[in-house]
């Protein structure tokens, strides 16, 4: 008798990161984003705070596609309840900005927003480790700043954008059909 096996279709993980105090346009950008994601086929993945983090979360949230699970905080501590209320899976780490690494490497597809120093910080581990990144949004912050630059001479490709989030996500869903580069590592 042969055993049958079933298959669980994957979902991409999108790594939405940015500001913990983003402007009203780069917040209502990334909740459309999340929503988008969603709609997509995506889990959301963030830092799982306030900011961006919290408006991709509620984004992601609203989605007509959303099931239980497709939104997941990675938190600088050890606390579950700090995440914002639309995380449906908290992931405790206790390792305070370090845990930037974990929410650029989860992801098949880094999404910036605006940004600061921790957004800086997860925008050069995804790029060291040969992720897409994809700047959304307005004028303000790292994510614009590096727009259509390279970081260094790791990759050919620059940071990509800005686009508008429904631009943003099309752009990822090509990108991920495509074969890509393996990181060269440090």
């Known amino acids: ?58 984004g992601a949230r609203s989605s007509a596609k959303y099931s239980s699970g497709d939104v997941i905080g990675v938190l600088p501590g050890y606390d579950a309840m700090a995440a914002n209320e639309f995380v449906d899976i908290p992931i405790c780490t206790g390792l305070e900005y370090a845990r930037n690494v974990i929410v650029a490497a989860s992801g098949d597809v880094v999404f910036a927003i605006g940004g600061g120093a921790g957004t800086l910080s997860e925008i050069a581990i995804a790029w060291s480790l040969g992720k897409p990144i994809i700047a ?30 429904v631009e943003a996500v099309q752009f990822a869903i090509d990108l991920l059909t495509q074969d890509r580069p393996k990181p060269k590592g440090v």
């Not at 298959?7 to 990161?17: D, G, Q, Y």
């Not at 949004?137 to 800005?162: F, K, Q």
């Open 1 to 58: 008798m042969s055993e049958e096996k079933t298959i669980v279709p994957v979902k991409r993980i999108a790594s939405v990161v940015g500001n913990a105090r983003p402007t009203a346009l780069n917040e209502a950008c990334a909740e459309e984003l999340g929503r988008v994601l969603v709609d997509a086929g995506f889990r959301v993945l963030s830092g799982g705070l306030g900011g961006v983090m919290q408006a991709a979360s509620r």
């Open 136 to 165: 959304v949004g307005g004028p303000d912050g790292w994510a614009t700043e590096l727009a259509g630059r390279r970081l260094d001479d790791r990759r050919n490709e620059p940071i990509l954008g800005p686009f508008n989030p």
